[in-house]
C-alpha cells in the first residue's frame, strides 16, 4: 500500500451486487475508502454531492443504462475526479471504445474478470497521472524523470517484470547516441523522457495478455499493438512540457523505409530523437528476453542492426550506434540480465 491510498476515496459502480462488496472489500483492506453503488441512479446521486478521488465504473450498468453517463457526470461536476470503466465479462475487447473512453476523459479501462491488486494499483497509477496533468507549473528534468520512471514502473514493469529497467536502459543509450549525434542539451532531455516512457501505452494491452503471451500474435493482436505509441502519447499529453516528449514517444516504431507504425512515417519525416529512440528501443528489446523471444547474442544483433541500415534505421544514426556497441556491446548486453537479477528474476540466455 502506498502512502498515497490513505485518504483516497473511491466511488465503485456495478450492478453485481456480488462482485461489488468483494471488491470493495478488497479495496477497502488496500487502504482505499469505499462508497459502492449498484445503479446508476444511486452513483449519479452520490456524484452530485460527493467529491471522490476516483470513480471505478461498470460500462454495462443493469436495465441497459450506459456507465458512459456516469463518466460523463463525474467529469462535468468534479474534474478533477479520476474515472476507471471496467467491461464485463467476455465482452470484445474493443480499442476504440477504450480510445472513446479515453477521449471521454477516463483515464484507463479494465476488463472483467478484475484483479483487485491489479485495480488498486490501476487506480494509483491514475491518480499519479491525473497529478502530473493538474501540474502546469515548470517541472525540472529530474522531477520529471522521477514522475515518469514510478508511472512506468507502476504500470508495464509491473505488469511484466521481465521488462524492468528496459527505459531506463534505453534512456541512457540514447543520451550517449544523442551526444554523438551533436543534439543540444534540451533535446536530449525531452528525448530521454521519451526513452522512459516510450511503451507507457502498452498497459492498455495488458488485458489481452499481449504482455506476457507467447508466440506470434494474431493479425487483430497485431493492430491492436500498433495502436501503443499513439496511446502512450495521449497518455502523456497533459504537461505542456511534454509536448515533444509525446510526439518522440508516437514515433518510436516508424521506420526510415517508411514500414513502421502507426503512420508509416519515412526518413527525416521523423524526427531524429524519434530515429534515435527507434534504434536504441529496438536493440535493447533484442537484448532482453521476453514473452516472445530469447534474448540475442551480440555477433547476432550488431548484424541485424547492420543489415536494417538504410532499411528501419536511419544509416546515419544506425552506423554511430553500431560504433557505439563497439565499445559497449558487451556490457549493454549483460545489463538487462543483471536489471533482471535485481530485482530477484532470473534470465535463461
Ligand atoms: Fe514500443
Known sequence: MGAMDAGTSVLLVDDDEGLLELLGAA???????????????????????????????????????????????????????????????????????????????????????????????????????????????????????????EMVANSIERVDPYTAGHGERTRKYCRILAERCGLETTVTERLELAAIAHDYGKIYLDDLGFLTKKGPLTADEYRAVQEHPSLGASKLGGHSQLKEVCHYVAEHHERWDGSGYPHRLAGEQISLPGRILGVVEVFDSLATRRSYKDV??????????????????????????????????????????????????????
Not at 441497459?64 to 462535468?76: C, H, K, P
Open 27 to 149: 479495496l477497502e483492506r488496500q487502504g482505499f475508502h469505499l462508497t459502492l453503488a449498484a445503479t446508476q441512479a444511486q452513483a449519479l446521486r452520490l456524484l452530485e454531492t460527493i467529491a471522490f478521488d476516483a470513480v471505478v465504473c461498470d460500462v454495462c450498468l443493469d436495465g441497459g443504462a450506459d456507465g458512459a453517463d456516469v463518466l460523463e457526470a463525474a467529469r462535468r461536476l468534479h474534474p478533477q475526479t479520476v474515472v476507471l470503466l471496467i467491461t464485463g465479462y467476455r465482452q470484445a475487447w474493443d480499442v476504440n471504445r477504450a480510445v472513446a473512453a479515453l477521449k471521454g476523459g477516463a483515464l484507463d479501462y479494465l476488463q472483467k474478470p478484475i484483479d483487485p491488486e491489479t485495480l488498486g494499483a490501476t487506480i494509483r497509477g491514475a491518480l499519479r497521472e491525473a497529478r502530473l496533468h493538474a501540474r502546469d507549473g515548470h517541472l525540472e528534468f529530474m522531477e520529471l524523470v522521477d514522475i515518469l520512471s
Open 296 to 349: 540475442w547474442k551480440l555477433p547476432k544483433t550488431t548484424e541485424f542492426l547492420g543489415a536494417q541500415r538504410g532499411k528501419a534505421f536511419d544509416p546515419e544514426v544506425c552506423n554511430l550506434f553500431l560504433d557505439l556497441l563497439g565499445e559497449h556491446g558487451q556490457e549493454w548486453m549483460r545489463a538487462p540480465q543483471e536489471d533482471l537479477r535485481a530485482v530477484g528474476l532470473e534470465c535463461r540466455a
